[in-house]
Nanobody
Framework: QVQLVDSGGGLVQAGGSLRLSCAASGRTFSSYTMGWFRQAPGKERDIVAAISWNGISRFYADSVKGRFTISRDNAKNTVYLQMNSLKPEDTAVYYC?????????????????WGQGTQVTVSS
């Protein structure tokens, strides 16, 4: 079992930055691929970024490439999403997710565990 707690969301002006954190419980965090997803009102939950269990591979959605960076600290059982140059269209609830040794290209339904979500609101 892995429990995930998302944090770091908030209200920011366009062009600003936020860093999301996801703290995981359990001793096997380093065996899990971690992903960040987001869901805007009335829309589906979509992948934003993912990092492989060993930190070697990363995936970014086209809409965030060059602006967002995913990283992990296996010693702290934590994954981060650094979000820079934020845009109003980045407004959504952001969720972290964990899947055992998934490919970074894995789809939403392949992830096993989910955080509770953290709201990010970007004002224009």
């Amino acid at each position: 079992q892995v429990q995930l707690v998302d944090s770091g969301g908030g209200l920011v002006q366009a062009g600003g930055s936020l860093r999301l954190s996801c703290a995981a419980s359990g001793r096997t965090f380093s065996s899990y691929t971690m992903g960040w997803f987001r869901q805007a009102p009335g829309k589906e939950r979509d992948i934003v970024a993912a990092i492989s269990w060993n930190g070697i591979s990363r995936f970014y959605a086209d809409s965030v490439k060059g602006r967002f960076t995913i990283s992990r600290d296996n010693a702290k059982n934590t994954v981060y999403l650094q979000m820079n140059s934020l845009k109003p269209e980045d407004t959504a609830v952001y969720y972290c997710a964990a899947g055992y040794r998934l490919s970074v290209g894995a789809t939403l339904n392949q992830y096993d565990y989910w955080g509770q979500g953290t709201q990010v609101t970007v004002s224009s």
